[in-house]
């Protein structure tokens, strides 16, 4: 099927964009189309209007500055992927963007985008979550900053208003002892995940975990964070008793629901088992543990 | 003889007697890896194929599909679609031709069909139509479906003009309703046998419903010339379709002429034959506005209408001795038919109850197979009728057997192995030529030396498996009946036009076709064009591409007619030039004599034509011997094939080239059906109807390492030695993997696909949903 006629707006800065967004009715903004395009061929969505991004050349970066790893809206998957920076000191963003669905959607879908659709499904969700970061709007009153545990609201649901468009999204620059990773099941390569985790972990001096983050994909009715388990690690050692204590807080947190991915049950026995893996792997990149914890 | 192979695996060593062929080769004759004669257009997107025609003036047509499963349709008003702008024409049910009843079968069975002059305001005006159906009890199981009291999906044994109708006798007294075909048969005393055996074990098997998942979605177009059908779209078995197209429109058989696109599509079963929401749609559609229509099938309606493989339950009950011998088997199944019937459930069930004759000494022997309508989307042809499923449970159940007598289950395999010459014990008479000894000795050495050495972490579990399977060539019937014929006319330039029965379905038979003729005749492979010759031809075929038949009988076709035209060429020329035709020799389109050396165009003053034939008086068993190595993730389930060992007994490799590939395609396949796929459905509500939902193999699915190990036994009645390839190198996959899997974590997934959250649940030895039986 080919998609319903749509009126297509082509705005070349941000003030352009957000005054199309107050002005038009009911528009939609196309950023890489990785699940607008699809939507719109099978007449899932039949907007009336669409607001193509992709010529505001000002959002098309990744960058470290103020503090922030920052990723602007026309980032791609695939930049992520790509980037020296990121695999030097961002685990599990190094770990997420192969992950992400196959190489042509990667090159043309964006994070910012991703985490603006707010599939509970989607990766980045948790990735945001687990490293405590923002997204950034603009609308007609100017920019504003919001953070990850304030952004999700239900599937495809958010806190952004009507006018306003996902600028950036942010998370703060490594501590010295912080590693953080990705895990994630899916049924077969490219598809949804069928459970994910991410987990961030930074440590003291003393080796105990300072701060923990858990972000958790496809077993909410939105990306979530694992509080109790987060709370759990904070101040320990971590161990592989420790991280086993978490993995099954994180899995009774979590709410699957069974569907064509799989029982709720084995989703939340994954949540266990990709939490174990993530904190594993962060704890290693921290560099506070020399081996990865089995299973 | 000369071989070049290049690229081929170097380990590979052809150990078969070649000296068949009488006449001098060309170098890129047989046992050669020669280019692919359609590479070029393939690789470069220039192929044009099935949904890429169109045609001056042609309609496009949507079709109103059932999202019920059983009812009646009351009444079905195509008053406004008609209406609609840019529609020319819309058709109820009852008002296509053939045999459409008011009775809605299964989800995605025709309601209404519109034509129009665009794709989308066909599928719009079907928004337009308005039916009113009054829902009947479904019913989903097929082993409840066969019982009496299920709802009626069709009387039994209904006549559609389906091809194999056969009288049945059913025996079964709780076999009541719903039959599609029936099987018993038995040889021997089973219950004394199994009452007297040191060892009885007994265990179910299913195998999911599944879906070719063809890249290219079916697309056809039918026009209408006065009483002439005629109807454009790929289908391999051209001769049958003809049939049953013609009987089931009510029109002659010579009334339908189907002619296959530029490039047909690939097919693995799922193009055979005619499909019931289909062509005859089309072709109605066409009557009714008199210009051609083209129907293309959306990918949802390829799981819903596009036939899938039949989902099978198999009870297998075996004994043996204490030494590991064979001494009864009793296996019942149920087939899962679908909707409609098409006489694929006759092959389903005479491959089960067939295949395991071929293979193994079984002197007790019962099997009762049983094929059922149900209300769930229509089960067809797919790459491996029947022997597929039925390996799969076989070959899963040796080894369980062979652990209860505690013997390795290689050896236990090869302890009750079928030897060359020796009869089946059915009485069908001896196997003619087998390489499986070889397949399970070459097969196991590779599969040591590449598997040897490897440490596995604490982190994963590496489990080794390995199934036996064997699937016969052609119609596997091998009474004479199924024929086939190839003209060759020479061209006075020395180019061969050969005119065969095949169908170039991505198999490669045009290749092979081409090679043959070069080979005969001693022209390069490139001078020789193949085409599929018109229904009109006074040549005669059987069966087209199906049943691994191409390179078997249609080559043997090429060939008779290949030695024809050599020999008259020779004397030809030999005439021409005065000489002793023993004199001649004919070498990639050059004549050589004693005294001068001439291109053939030179000397040829007159085309010659000649027509070759071939009969299938035999029906040779293939085999193999499949070897998988799994890592399983203890924490997911996840199974990872890592090595896979493919030995294949082909007769002789044509092409070793396209004979790898055409292995490396059957584990694709057998790696799919282990792990990947199920077409699953919620009340006959497919679930997973697209590409996004159902999973499909991959490269990253593919084993890291894999080895194709081509044994060839030079087989009597084939070209060359060369017998069926397609369909025998299927089986073997998933019951290998499956037994690598059972190695890896000590308990059996008896119902594949064996997908992480199955694998996860039987390591926990828990039952889940009590769908996945799990053995301790």
Redesign the interface.
């Known amino acids: 099927m080919k998609a319903a006629q749509f009126e297509h707006h082509e705005p070349s800065t941000v003030d352009e964009a957000v005054s199309l967004l107050e002005s038009l009715d009911e528009p939609t903004i196309l950023a890489g189309g990785q699940s607008l395009v699809p939507m719109l061929r099978f007449r899932l969505a039949r907007p009336e209007t669409v607001v193509d991004i992709n010529g505001i050349d000002s959002l098309d970066y990744l960058r470290e500055e103020n503090g922030f790893l920052t990723l602007g809206a026309l980032a791609r998957h695939a930049d992520v992927e790509n980037s020296a920076t990121v695999a030097d000191r961002y685990g599990s963003f190094a770990d997420a963007a192969p992950l992400v669905a196959d190489p042509q959607i990667r090159n043309r879908g964006t994070v910012v985008g991703s985490v603006a659709q707010a599939d509970p499904k989607g990766d980045w969700g948790s990735v945001l979550l687990a490293h405590d970061g923002a997204v950034v709007a603009h609308g007609p009153d100017g920019e504003r900053t919001i953070p990850a545990d304030d952004f999700f609201l239900l599937p495809y649901d958010t806190t952004l208003a009507e006018d306003e468009l996902a600028t950036a999204l942010r998370v703060p620059t490594p501590e010295p002892r912080e590693g953080s990773a990705y895990h994630k099941l899916k049924r077969k390569t490219g598809d949804y995940a069928m459970a994910g985790v991410a987990a961030r972990l930074v440590f003291d001096d003393d080796g105990r975990i300072a701060d923990a983050g858990i972000g958790m994909t496809a077993v909410d009715i939105t990306n979530a964070r694992a509080k109790e388990a987060e709370a759990h690690l904070e101040g320990e050692r971590p161990s592989p008793e420790l991280l086993e204590e978490a993995g099954e807080l994180a899995a009774e947190e979590s709410n699957p629901e069974s569907d064509e991915h799989g029982d709720a049950s084995y989703k939340e026995r994954m949540v266990d088992v990709l939490t174990q893996r993530a904190l594993a792997d962060a704890a290693e990149r921290a560099g506070v543990v020399e081996r990865r914890v089995p299973q | 003889m000369t071989r070049e192979a290049p690229g081929t695996d170097s380990s590979r060593s052809i150990q078969a007697s070649r000296e068949t062929a009488e006449q001098p080769p060309s170098k890129r004759g047989v046992g050669t890896a020669t280019k692919r004669t359609d590479i070029a257009s393939k690789v470069r997107g220039t192929a044009i194929y099935g949904s890429d025609v169109s045609r001056p003036s042609t309609l496009h047509a949507a079709v109103l599909r059932a999202e019920t499963p059983h009812g009646t349709l009351r009444t079905v008003d195509t008053t406004a679609a008609t209406d609609c702008d840019g529609v020319v024409a819309a058709c109820s049910r009852s008002e296509l031709r053939g045999f459409f009843d008011d009775r809605i079968r299964h989800v995605g069975d025709v309601i209404a069909a519109v034509a129009a002059t665009d794709r989308?305001t066909a599928?719009r005006a079907l928004e337009e139509i308005e039916y009113d159906v009054i829902e009947h009890e479904p019913v989903f199981d097929a082993a409840t479906a066969v019982q009496a009291g299920a709802p009626i999906v069709h009387e039994n044994q209904p006549d559609l003009k389906q091809h194999r109708q056969h009288p049945i006798e059913v025996t079964n007294e709780e076999y009541v309703n719903n039959i599609d075909d029936y099987h018993a048969y038995q040889h021997g005393d089973v219950d004394e046998a199994l009452n007297t055996a040191d060892h009885v074990i007994e265990r179910s098997y299913t195998t999911p419903r599944v879906s070719h998942c063809n890249l290219d979605t079916h697309c056809c177009i039918a026009s209408w010339t006065d009483d002439q059908l005629h109807v454009e779209t790929t289908l391999g078995n051209i001769t049958q379709a003809q049939e049953e197209l013609g009987d089931f429109l009510e029109i002659d058989h010579d009334s339908v002429e189907i002619t296959v696109p530029p490039t047909p599509s690939s097919s693995f079963g799922g193009r055979s034959l005619p499909k019931f929401t289909f062509e005859p749609v089309a072709a109605s559609l066409s009557e009714r506005t008199g210009r051609p229509v083209r129907l293309e099938f959306?990918r949802d309606v390829e799981f819903l209408a596009g036939e899938t493989r039949h989902k099978t339950e198999w009870e297998l009950t075996m004994g043996v001795t204490d030494d590991g011998e064979i001494t009864a088997l009793q296996t019942s199944v149920i087939a899962d038919t679908g909707g409609y019937p098409n006489g694929v459930g006759h092959i389903v069930l005479s491959n089960g109850r067939d295949r395991p004759l071929d293979m193994y000494r079984i002197p007790n022997y019962e099997y009762e197979g049983v094929s059922v309508f149900t209300n769930n989307v229509p089960a067809g042809e797919y790459r491996g009728i029947g022997v597929t499923q039925g390996t799969f449970a076989l070959e899963s159940h040796i080894d369980e057997v062979a652990r209860t007598v505690g013997m390795d289950p290689l050896t236990f395999r090869s302890r009750n192995l079928l030897e060359e010459g020796e009869d089946r014990s059915n009485g069908r008479g001896p196997i003619d030529t087998s390489g499986v000894t070889e397949c399970l000795e070459r097969g196991q050495r590779t599969f040591e030396r590449i598997t040897d050495d490897r440490s596995s972490s604490?982190?994963e579990l590496v489990g080794r498996g390995v199934a036996l399977g064997t699937h016969t060539t052609g119609s596997g019937a091998g009474d004479g009946r199924d024929v086939s014929e190839a003209e060759l006319t020479m061209r006075t330039d020395g180019t061969v036009t050969a005119k065969t029965a095949g169908v170039e379905l991505g198999q490669g038979s045009d290749t092979v076709m081409s090679q043959i003729v070069a080979h005969e005749v001693g022209v390069p492979p490139e001078a020789v064009r193949v085409e599929r010759f018109p229904a009109s031809a006074a040549l005669d075929d059987s069966l087209g591409a199906v049943a691994s038949r191409s390179t078997y009988l249609i080559g043997g076709a090429v060939r008779d007619a290949g030695t024809q035209l050599s020999s008259t060429l020779v004397d030809r020329i030999s005439t021409a030039l005065d000489c002793s035709p023993a004199d001649v020799r004919i070498d990639d389109g050059t004549v050589h004599t004693d005294r001068s050396t001439v291109s053939i165009s030179d000397l040829l003053e007159e085309e010659i034509t000649v027509v070759g034939r071939a009969t299938a008086d035999d029906a040779p068993a293939s085999y193999g011997a499949h070897f998988a190595e799994v890592v399983v993730d203890?924490?997911?389930g996840?199974v990872d094939v890592r090595t896979f060992v493919a030995a294949q007994d082909v007769g002789f490799a044509i092409n070793p080239k396209m004979v790898e590939g055409q292995l490396e395609g059957a584990v694709l396949h057998g790696v799919e059906f282990a792990i990947?796929s199920e077409l699953?459905a919620d009340n006959g509500i497919p679930?997973?109807s697209s590409l996004?939902?159902y999973?499909?193999?991959?490269p990253?699915?593919m084993p890291n390492q894999l080895e194709c190990e081509i044994i060839e036994s030079a087989e009597r009645s084939g070209p060359y030695g060369a017998k069926g390839l397609g369909t025998p190198s299927l089986p073997p996959v998933a019951p290998a993997i499956g037994n690598a899997i059972r190695d890896a974590i000590g308990n059996r997934i008896t119902n594949p696909p064996a997908?992480?959250?199955r694998v996860?649940?039987a390591m926990a030895g828990r039952d889940?949903?009590e769908e996945v039986p799990v053995d301790e």
């Not at chain 2, 999973?695 to 991959?698: D, E, I, L």
């Open positions: 989308e599928y959306p604490s982190n203890p924490g997911t996840h990947c699953r679930e997973n996004a939902d999973s499909v193999a991959s990253v699915e997908t992480a959250e996860f649940f889940f949903d």
